[in-house]
């Protein structure tokens, strides 16, 4: 650092070693727009929509009430749009019959909305109790559901599929680290976050 010290002018040089105290790169100059339900409301309660991120979230949404309310979207320009959405639309749809159209307008939308990558994260399961009162929750149809919306964005120029689930299903792919079945418990959110970082990076 002695020799950085001789060689760069002030400015610059406070600028270096902020860059290498804060780890500041491209990554984290980026602006980054969250569009979901309860698993984008989670981290926007827990304090991540600040600085680069600006979180919209509505809590118990399906990929229709979003599309609905796209007017209400933040008017600005990101760098990467995340879409996490899924499980509630699901909840409302009958077995044998997953299908995911409204995912596919929703998608559509928001490219028109924003010219940047759109990121779009694979449905969380749910916990295996949840399954009493909602068996269409199953581990099989929300593969089958993630099947169809991993399909799509692959088919779909500037979508891409992505996948933060590490560290939180168990053997049997069911939800773990929950504490009501359905969501991510608090005491993990930063796991959670950081999972969907290093998987948009």
Known sequence: MDRLRLLLPPIILVAVILGIRW??????????????DSYAAKLESA?????????????????????????EFPDMEPDKVVLMVGINSLAEMEEG???????????????????????????????????QHKPVLSVKNVAEYNRLLEEYCR?????????????????NGYLTNTEDNLHIGEDFLGQYYENVMEAIR
């Open 97 to 131: 019959k997953i299908q995911m159209e409204d995912e596919r307008l929703l998608i559509e939308a928001l490219k028109r909305l924003y010219d940047a990558p759109l990121y779009v994260q694979k449905v969380f399961p749910v916990g295996e109790p949840l399954l």
């Open 47 to 71: 304090g991540y929509s600040t600085g680069n991120v600006l979180i919209y979230a509505v809590p118990g949404i399906t990929a229709a009430g979003l599309l609905e309310n796209q007017w």
């Open 155 to 171: 088919e779909t120029d500037g979508v891409i599929f992505f996948d933060p689930q590490e560290g939180f299903l168990d053997e």
């Open 23 to 36: 780890g500041v790169g491209a990554s984290h100059r980026e602006k980054l727009l969250f569009i979901g």
